[in-house]
C-alpha cells in the first residue's frame, strides 16, 4: 500500500504541475515519490517480481499524469457525432507506455550499477526520450518537462540559450537531486549533509530564475522595423459547417470578417489553419486560375501594400508513377494525388507563395509507420477530424517575404509551434516574425486550445520573435519577444484581433545550437551504456 501511495502522489503532483490550471512549482519534485516507490521495491520488498511491480506502479503513475493532462482529446467527434474514445484511448495509452519503458529502464540500470549512477541514467534516458519524441512519426511531445512553465514566462527567459528541452533537464536534476537528498539522510541522518543538499537544491531553484527575472526586466533588443497585423477569426464550426457550407460563402465570410476590422493601414491579414476551402482541397498547379485566391487578391486590391496569409487544403496530382512522393495514393488509372496541410501568402499580381505543414499529426493527418502498420491495421486512423490520409510535408522551412516592407513571416502551421528546435529553422531563414496559423476547436472548450497557445510563448522566448497566431475560434492572441500575451480574443467569438507586431532580426543561442542538452544527453547515454558493457564483460572474464 506504501508503493502504491507513493505512485498516486507522483501522479498527483505531475498532473497538479500543468499548464494552464496548475501550479508549476509542485514539478520539481513530482518525481521523487516514484523514485522512492522503485527504491523500496527493489531495496526493501519482498515482491518476487519486483521489475513488472515496478513497471505496473509506474505506468499507473503516468497513465494518471496523461489522462489528467491530456483527456481533453475526448473532446474530438466521430463523423456521427459521438466523442471518439480512442482518440483519447491510443494516445493516454501508449505515451504512457513509452514513459514506463523510459522509468523501467533506470530501474534495470540502477540495479545493475548502483544508485548514483542510475540518477545519472535516468537524466539521460528521459532527455533522449524526449529527443526522439519529437522527431518520430509517432511524435507527441505535449508532456515534456520543459513546457511546465508555459505560463510563467517571466521565470524561464533562459530558454532563449538552452530552450525547452534545457527547462526538462533543469526539472529532472533537481528531482534526482531532492531524492539523493532523502537518501543520504535516511541512510546517515547527518544534519551537516542534509543542510548543504538543501542549499544546492534550492540555488539550482531559484538561480535559473533569477537569471532570468534580470533578463526579463533588461530585454532591451530594438527592433527593426514594425507591422500592422490583422488576425481573423472566423468561428467556423469544424465538424459541420466547414464541410457543408459552401467554399465560396466561407470566404465571403472571411473577407467580410477582415473588412469590417480594417481600420488604418493593414499589412497582414492572417487567417487560421485551412481557412479555405472548406469542402475538398485547392489545386496547386491552378493556384494562379483559382477563383477563391483570385477573390482574395481582389480583396488587397482595394488595400494597397497588404498581403494576406491564411492556411488551406491543397493537393497537387502526379501522373508518372516514378515522380510520385511516399504519401501519394492513386484515384484513377495512371493518375496518384498528394494532399497538404498548407499556408500561402497572396500578393496581388505575384505568384502565390506556399509552405507545406512539416510536423503532422499522428492518425490524424499522417498514418505512422505506414509500411509496417498498414497491413495489420488496413486503412483504421485515429478519427481526431480532418483528413483520414497520410499528408505531404515540405522537407524545409521557409520565410513569406513581403515586397512592401521588411516583413518577413513564418507560416507555423498548428501542432509546429510545439516543436522548438523545428520552429527555429524558419528563423534561420529569415523569419522576422512568427505566424501561427491554427484551428483549435476540435476538442471543444477544454484545456486543449489553452495548453497550446501556452507552448507559443515558449516558442517567443526561445527565438526572440514576436508571434500573431489567428485561431478558428480561439484563442487568437499577439505574444511578444518576452512570451508575454499583449492581446487575446476569447474562444467561440467570431472576431479579428490586431496588433503591432515588432520585427527582429538577431538570432539566439538556442536558435543556432537547437536542443544542445539533448544531444549531450544522447552522447551521455551510449557513454552509460558502453561503461556497462565493459563491466559486465569484464566480469564476466572473471568468472570465466
Known amino acids: 500500500m506504501k508503493y502504491v501511495l507513493l505512485t498516486l502522489i507522483s501522479a498527483m503532483l505531475l498532473s497538479v504541475s500543468w499548464p494552464t490550471y496548475g501550479v508549476p512549482f509542485f514539478i520539481f519534485f513530482a518525481l521523487v515519490p516514484l523514485l522512492m516507490m522503485e527504491h523500496g521495491v527493489s531495496k526493501f520488498s519482498d515482491y518476487k517480481r519486483k521489475s513488472w511491480v515496478v513497471f505496473g506502479l509506474s505506468y499507473l503513475c503516468f497513465v494518471i499524469w496523461n489522462i489528467v493532462t491530456t483527456g481533453w482529446l475526448y473532446g474530438s467527434k466521430n463523423p456521427d457525432g459521438s466523442h471518439s474514445l480512442m482518440a483519447v484511448v491510443f494516445p493516454v495509452l501508449v505515451n504512457s507506455l513509452l514513459y514506463s519503458l523510459v522509468f523501467q529502464c533506470y530501474h534495470w540500470y540502477k540495479n545493475a550499477q548502483g544508485t548514483y549512477w542510475g540518477l545519472g541514467f535516468l537524466i539521460a534516458i528521459w532527455m533522449s526520450f524526449e529527443k526522439f519524441h519529437l522527431g518520430w512519426e509517432l511524435t507527441w511531445p505535449w508532456l515534456n518537462l520543459g513546457n511546465v ?129 472548406g469542402r475538398g482541397s485547392i489545386s496547386e498547379t491552378a493556384f494562379e486560375k483559382s477563383l477563391l485566391l483570385n477573390n482574395i487578391k481582389g480583396f488587397l486590391s482595394n488595400h494597397p501594400g497588404s498581403v494576406f496569409a491564411t492556411g488551406i487544403s491543397s493537393h497537387r496530382f502526379f501522373y508518372n508513377p516514378a ?124 484545456e486543449g486550445h489553452k495548453q497550446l497557445l501556452s507552448y507559443a510563448k515558449l516558442r517567443a522566448i526561445e527565438t526572440r520573435r514576436e508571434i500573431a497566431r489567428a485561431a478558428n475560434s480561439g484563442i487568437s492572441a499577439h505574444i511578444n519577444a518576452k512570451g508575454e500575451v499583449t492581446a487575446d480574443t476569447f474562444y467561440g467569438d467570431k472576431t479579428a484581433l490586431f496588433a503591432k507586431v515588432n520585427l527582429y532580426d538577431k538570432m539566439t543561442f538556442y536558435t543556432r545550437a537547437g536542443d544542445l542538452l539533448s544531444r549531450f544527453s544522447i552522447f551521455a547515454l551510449g557513454f552509460l551504456l558502453f561503461y556497462y558493457l565493459i563491466e559486465w564483460f569484464k566480469k564476466k572474464t572473471k568468472k570465466a
Open 149 to 277: 512553465f508555459a505560463d510563467y514566462p517571466k521565470l524561464i527567459q533562459w530558454y532563449d540559450t538552452l530552450g525547452a528541452t534545457g527547462g526538462s533537464f533543469w526539472i529532472l536534476l533537481i528531482n534526482v537531486l531532492i531524492f539523493y537528498t532523502v537518501r543520504t539522510w535516511e541512510a546517515g541522518r547527518k544534519r551537516k549533509d542534509l543542510i548543504k543538499n538543501s542549499a544546492i537544491v534550492g540555488a539550482l531553484i531559484v538561480l535559473p530564475m533569477i537569471i532570468s527575472v534580470i533578463k526579463y526586466n533588461n530585454f532591451d533588443e530594438k527592433p527593426t522595423g514594425q507591422v500592422s497585423v490583422l488576425m481573423l477569426q472566423p468561428d467556423l464550426d469544424p465538424y459541420a459547417e466547414k464541410y457543408s457550407k459552401d467554399s465560396l460563402t466561407i470566404e465571403q465570410d472571411l473577407l467580410a470578417l477582415a473588412e469590417k476590422n480594417s481600420t488604418g493601414k493593414i499589412d497582414y491579414y492572417i487567417a487560421p489553419e485551412t481557412a479555405l476551402p
Open 323 to 446: 515522380d510520385l512522393p511516399k504519401e501519394a495514393y492513386q484515384i484513377n488509372s495512371g493518375v496518384w494525388v498528394s494532399s497538404y496541410n498548407t499556408a500561402i501568402q497572396l500578393v496581388p499580381n505575384q505568384k502565390v507563395q506556399a509552405y507545406h505543414k512539416g510536423k503532422l499529426v499522428p492518425g490524424v493527418e499522417i498514418f505512422p509507420y505506414m509500411n509496417v502498420l498498414k497491413p495489420l491495421l488496413g486503412d483504421a486512423m485515429l478519427n481526431l477530424g480532418g483528413t483520414v490520409a497520410s499528408l505531404g510535408t515540405d522537407k524545409e522551412r521557409v520565410a513569406f517575404s513581403n515586397p512592401y516592407n521588411k516583413g518577413k513571416l513564418a507560416p507555423i502551421i498548428c501542432y509546429e509551434s510545439i516543436y522548438g528546435e523545428f520552429v527555429t529553422d524558419y528563423v534561420k531563414k529569415g523569419s522576422n516574425f512568427l505566424a501561427i496559423m491554427t484551428n483549435d476547436s476540435w476538442w471543444g472548450v477544454t
